[in-house]
């Protein structure tokens, strides 16, 4: 039996910026990936919210979303996520709710308690809003209440976005959104693409905390992972070598612009860098097709985990595509 045959594949793009590119191309990119894999069977292509990064082109995330939605037709289209404490509930009741009314159906929100920037950006971005991280739970309950029917009496509406029932997903990197989402009744999705150290804890604290509710009545979890594959486990090993220096830059604080990929990354990293890097990557999917299915399988055996989101940051977006080829090509 093919373990992955069954398992959801899908997608989380921050729409990479190249050393020799702009956000245009980016942008334009994103939506050719997500057609790609919407003709490959993929279930999702959720982007994510980042700020002040000169390689990330997804900050703006309900606007490229509506992008994406227009130039699809059935994938579902998300955030991976939205960072809830840069923003009052209703905004993104409003800006969530016109895309469900444009694109029903199709359009989900998955929600994150960091801020995702850098405390001179979030100050920058919240200007004199209060929120913070330890008012979660109670936005998270808020923005359920501003996409549900409206009830008598209610004064503050989203229009639109009241009555659309977005499907709300909580995404975390810790322990704390895998233990609301289980008492919530609602969907989780891990951040080990980027924190795998606290996967497997997180899975056991969401799934032990789960009660079933209106959305879900039994735990669904989806581990996000990085992929880098290619024709042979040699070709793999060269192009991770732009995300190995992408992350590098980002443990350095320096640019994340997207650099091409290099012959070795001898020389380019200390020893305790090469090993942060290796820890940041630990779940990371590189090689020929038989080494990945091998390791996926591996994975969903240890995790039994509902589906899986993947990240994929190598230079040539042609070698992107191809990437999610060979992946598609796995559960054959």
Same mark, same amino acid.
């Given at each position: 039996?093919?373990?992955?045959?069954?398992?959801?594949?899908?997608?989380?793009?921050?729409?990479?910026?190249?050393?020799?590119?702009?956000?245009?191309?980016?942008?334009?990119?994103?939506?050719?990936?997500?057609?790609?894999?919407?003709?490959?069977?993929?279930?999702?292509?959720?982007?994510?919210?980042?700020?002040?990064?000169?390689?990330?082109?997804?900050?703006?995330?309900?606007?490229?979303?509506?992008?994406?939605?227009?130039?699809?037709?059935?994938?579902?289209?998300?955030?991976?996520?939205?960072?809830?404490?840069?923003? $009052?509930?209703? %905004?993104?009741?409003?800006? @969530?709710?016109?895309? *469900?009314? !444009?694109?029903?159906?199709?359009?989900? =929100? +998955?929600?994150?308690?960091?801020?995702?920037?850098?405390?001179?950006?979030?100050?920058?971005?919240?200007?004199?809003?209060?929120?913070?991280?330890?008012?979660?739970?109670?936005?998270?309950?808020?923005?359920?209440?501003?996409?549900?029917?409206?009830?008598?009496?209610?004064?503050?509406?989203?229009?639109?976005?009241?009555?659309?029932?977005?499907?709300?997903?909580?995404?975390?990197?810790?322990?704390?959104?895998?233990?609301?989402?289980?008492?919530?009744?609602?969907?989780?999705?891990?951040?080990?693409?980027?924190?795998?150290?606290?996967?497997?804890? $997180?899975?056991? %604290?969401?799934?032990?905390? @789960?009660?079933?509710? *209106?959305? !879900?009545?039994?735990?669904?979890?989806? =581990? +996000?992972?990085?992929?880098?594959?290619?024709?042979?486990?040699?070709?793999?090993?060269?192009?991770?070598?732009?995300?190995?220096?992408?992350?590098?830059?980002?443990?350095?604080?320096?640019?994340?612009?997207?650099?091409?990929?290099?012959?070795?990354?001898?020389?380019?990293?200390?020893?305790?860098?090469?090993?942060?890097?290796?820890?940041?990557?630990?779940?990371?999917?590189?090689?020929?097709?038989?080494?990945?299915?091998?390791?996926?399988?591996?994975?969903?055996?240890?995790?039994?985990?509902?589906?899986?989101?993947?990240?994929?940051?190598?230079?040539?977006?042609?070698?992107?595509?191809?990437? @999610?080829?060979?992946? *598609?090509? !796995?559960?054959?």
């Amino acid at each position: 039996m093919n373990r992955l045959a069954p398992v959801p594949f899908s997608v989380l793009d921050l729409a990479p910026i190249r050393e020799d590119g702009g956000p245009a191309q980016a942008l334009h990119n994103s939506l050719a990936l997500a057609r790609h894999v919407e003709a490959l069977g993929f279930k999702r292509f959720w982007v994510a919210e980042h700020h002040n990064m000169d390689g990330i082109a997804s900050s703006a995330t309900a606007v490229l979303l509506g992008y994406l939605a227009a130039g699809t037709r059935t994938l579902r289209l998300g955030s991976g996520g939205v960072m809830l404490p840069n923003h $009052a509930p209703l %905004v993104i009741a409003e800006q @969530f709710g016109t895309l *469900a009314s !444009l694109y029903p159906g199709r359009i989900e =929100l +998955g929600l994150g308690r960091a801020p995702g920037a850098d405390q001179a950006t979030t100050r920058a971005l919240r200007r004199e809003r209060s929120g913070s991280a330890d008012d979660f739970p109670q936005d998270v309950e808020e923005l359920q209440a501003l996409l549900g029917p409206r009830q008598p009496g209610q004064r503050v509406i989203a229009m639109p976005g009241v009555g659309t029932e977005v499907p709300i997903w909580l995404l975390g990197s810790s322990l704390f959104s895998a233990q609301l989402a289980g008492q919530k009744g609602l969907p989780y999705a891990f951040a080990s693409h980027f924190a795998p150290r606290y996967m497997h804890e $997180a899975i056991r %604290v969401y799934r032990n905390h @789960f009660r079933p509710s *209106a959305v !879900l009545d039994k735990p669904y979890v989806m =581990l +996000g992972v990085p992929l880098v594959a290619a024709p042979t486990d040699e070709e793999a090993d060269f192009l991770a070598t732009s995300v190995y220096q992408r992350i590098l830059a980002l443990m350095r604080g320096e640019s994340l612009v997207l650099q091409p990929p290099v012959p070795s990354m001898a020389g380019r990293w200390l020893p305790h860098e090469k090993e942060a890097v290796g820890s940041f990557l630990a779940l990371a999917m590189v090689g020929g097709p038989e080494k990945i299915r091998a390791k996926l399988e591996t994975l969903l055996e240890q995790t039994e985990a509902d589906e899986l989101i993947f990240t994929c940051d190598v230079y040539e977006h042609a070698d992107r595509l191809r990437a @999610f080829e060979l992946l *598609a090509g !796995l559960r054959a």
